[in-house]
């Protein structure tokens, strides 16, 4: 691991979720730059302190010359440094989770996709939200046609953070969050709105075209945006929006899904994350409940508990985890299938957020016109 | 009143809300074009046989000539004769409750609240969903500030009855509600978005002074939108979007209505529409229900039975006439309030919701860009 | 009517509920004891002052008289009186709808019962929760086997109206139904739990055997219960169990029934009183919406209005009378079903009303021990 | 480590509950009685095949006399087998974490408690549910008076995992969970019931003193019961019930819990478990959410992850096992607060459970009469 030091939220999900299963040991790590606070975190977290590193490219050094080396790193560092980090380990031939946001511009992530490609390396970009237990199921039932042809595809996050640290006299992450020193042209979309494009893309399999966004600020003159309104042109003339804002009060973490197609629908809500709500043309709306024997095989084994038992966020992330190392492990042992068979964000789905947050700044500036995914964001 | 001959569900609704505070008695009418229906219908509901009459024409005259004439007429007839119908009742000096749409288009909406205003006439159409009780405190707490300044203001409105209706092989009313030639240039617009825009307009007050608007057709090829997703410019700067589908599985008339202010937020649901959920910043969510005692006075008056006993559809209808027929009975009495006193749905409302449609459509034909709600849409 | 006086939350929901579905007018009455406000409120309910009466027996003597006399009478005077004005009206051969209780004893209730069938007349006494168009759709799905053989059968009604009231300083009718004198032995069971008995019985069709009440008491030295917990023995074996109170804080009027059988369940809230949820033995919870066309057609027939627009307490209510009047009016035409075809509370479920109450009176003075509801209460 | 052997379900909660806060390690252990896969189990759970023992007195003898031995064992073995293990260890003075319940017969349960006064160690039996963090706000609340004087404890906990395995035709533990001879002579109360008992003690304080149980069977001639309906009499004259059923078909885990007092009510349901529904008498009931500031402090240290990030089943067995880990780190460390001070279920709760599931049987044995938890049940 690289970051997450003693205490950050985004460093203790990640060692949860890789240990949940026992897939993952945390067995070497550079966990900030306070060389004491460093030895002691990697030691509290059970790092041997010949593993403890300095720097990140000490570490990438030294572990990609032991015979026991790390099978992959985890990087937890701040937004801007995860490009250089992950090219390090990528050059050094060891596979990547990377939090998101991959990069912060286009052209770096498209440089790190292709020299994991050429490397035949594995990069995981870990949007959480798609991988609570009940939404591999729904995954599966628009894949096996349950839905039909999709119409429309809807999704929201609205939270309250912004506002709640705008208005806090202690000094708090929105302080940084809303400064495009620190966090590049991009607030509300960049933090979620890219978690509702990935929900939307890694559910349905369609492929966004086109965005058009209209922006807003609170304070009215902060420089970044704190609410997103997107419209978005998806393949085969299918449309939807998304809308993301961090200054919603009353909201905690509320990402809802809505999928419609000709036949039938799923709902989804962040709120009551063990059910899905499935619709068919004229039936009655039924609920979905994670690891119930109805589901489909893949749905079942993204659970570890009896129906019922809430697994929450770190089991979502253990999801990615897991998938990604069945990944190397059936690599490793030569039984790898088809890459769409392990269900995680890949180095591709790190690309296309990135197209996404660009795409919705420039629809922007450019007074709320359609901009294309594929265009020049140089 | 015109129209409703017996089994509509319209005509019900306005019989039944008219009727449930006992403030207005149905006693004269012209049901349907069938005269013998039209006088079984009209002695069905209790009408004198002398005053049911074959034509509006003659209802408007012969009512306004009788000194025990109706006070007001409740206009249910298709949309396309809501004009006519409006504009002979006022000139015959009779005021008006009018289904909604006020008019298809806004030269004629605009003419008939120009004659109203001139005769000195009230005009009632009916928007529903902003009647039930607990929207009223809704209003009542955005007008005292407890939400600050307004910041962003959503709203949604899925429903099935489009694709349900399609493919049912009975005939039914979404065959002409898709058609141009009996519907006008809009569908799910008119007929569903109109009320989100009402909700926000009356629960904040807020000027909307322009609309983006994105379409999509289903079947592909259908003439008018059945999807519409619709970004909103309010004064003051303020945004907001809502979204209209009747084409979407598994919602019933899931109309939800959110709006954000600087100091706390307010959420509702026509699922669970005797709640409100209030919020203040940095607090728990408050759950206010119907007709408890910590509600404002009109928020208490709104309601009619004990706490915990839904109040429906047919007493938000009620609602409206109970104000509607408190206005004329206060002017009758020479002790009106100011207008704004009196909470339902007024001329004005209905030229607005015109304009709102013609403002979408005109959007989507720009390919999708801002139009003012002020534009000539002539 | 007798009773109902202007104001009366009791009162205002017969005549609401009576006239929804034009099938009665009100036509005669005697509202109140203070003879100016009779005939002012007779009035404003439209009634012929020469038909608005001084007293119930000049009425009953009256109507029965007139040719064109009053088919039934609503009887929504104070609980006490109900024995005696039905029985008049009885006698007059004129048909009642009372509001419950049916009487305060058992003697009274059948005696009244074995009248009514003597005269060949009906009877009605309007529990009103299960009379909401799913539940009607509850019924059906009991009875067709959907949930094969019952096996449990439990249901609560928490409220907060008495301890709201006894902190309240305003006089109020939590003074009167906390004292024996006025109410009788029991106050909450005979408030709320008959509610919760009706609910169970009128779904499932089962046979209540046998209870075993604990009663508690606020404030502790309070002479009437104001929370029973019922423990239910049922035919066949079957058990269930009931709670109810009105010192619990938080709740308006939350009924709830959950009846599990050995391949499914359905569970129903008053929150949510258009919903219910049917299992069926491993498969997802469904979700039944009113006035869908997937329910069966008495299910359908219950509903006035399109799927998703709530009916609520005074539709309910008007289901009651619309049932009532069907069966009078196929009376009148020699068409007359079994009386099982028609859906309301009759004498009978009067009469175990109040049995019900007695036994758990009896239960818990015996010291939490079973009590027959057939049992001698003389 | 005793018992867990790879794939079970207790012993991967136990195992993802201890490591969460890194607090406690993996480092010996007695999994299966198969001695291959004993090893193999251990190993890949990471501990040293040193110190994979055969059987559980090997590992407590051997345990105890290493310097580095394990201060505590967490023992998930079949339910008969819990005293034996448990004298073992504690006789070989280490603590314990027993999976409930602690014992099948109350003498059992008291010895093993004097043993472990006696021995001055720390004895833990795991009920969950009282654990997530939200109810640690209500413990907060119900000791600071939020609430007033309690007036009536509710609490319910269907499910249907017993009827889905019954009628299912692969083995499971339906078969031997009904069977008095594996699983003494209690089926849902002690596997469920004793939950809310648990749930209802840890939160209110109060304490138990009688129960009077009403037991029924599926299919009728199971020899344990498989629904239990229990009154329940708490000191200071309180009353309450609780109902647990495993043949509640529809029902994944619905644990609800109320707490009534005279100014105020908590209600929690574990399918909303990151919530908690607080009213205050007279005003709107408030949604308290995990880990918002407003929330105490204790409240908020029982969170991990930021509001509206779920905590599941696994993060409240975290929280159990913290909370003793951190007894047991206070004691070695000499800064140990008083035993109330560290929130888990200890040896008292276990026992209390034994007296509880006891006084039921005997209850429903003696036909439905109230029994003292006090009785003597040998």
Known sequence: MVGGGNGGNIGNSHRRGAAMDNMAVLSAGCFTRNSERNLADGQYWGVDPSRIYRDYREMADKESQRKDGIDFVSIVTPNATHYEITKCFLEHGIHVVCEKPFTLDVKQAEELKALADEK?????????????????????????GALGKIIEVVAEYPQDWMILGLNSEEDNFTKWIGDPKKSGNSNVTAAMGVHLYYLMKSMTGLQLEKVLADFSYYPENAPLETSARIMMGFSDNIHGFCWASNTAIGHDCTVTLKIYGEKGSIEWSHEDMSHLKVAKLGGPVQLYAANRAYLSEPARHASRIPAGHPEGFYEAFANIYHEFCRHLLDKKNGAMQSPAQYFYPKAQDGVDAVRFVQACV????????????????S
Chains 1, 2, 3, 4 share one sequence.
Do not use: M
């Open 120 to 144: 035949g390396l594995n990069v995981c970009v870990t949007f959480t939200y798609a991988h609570y237990p009940v939404l591999r199921e729904c995954r599966e039932l628009i894949a096996s």
């Open 362 to 377: 420039k629809s922007q500036a450019n007074g709320n016109t359609w901009v294309r995914l594929d265009a020049d964001f």
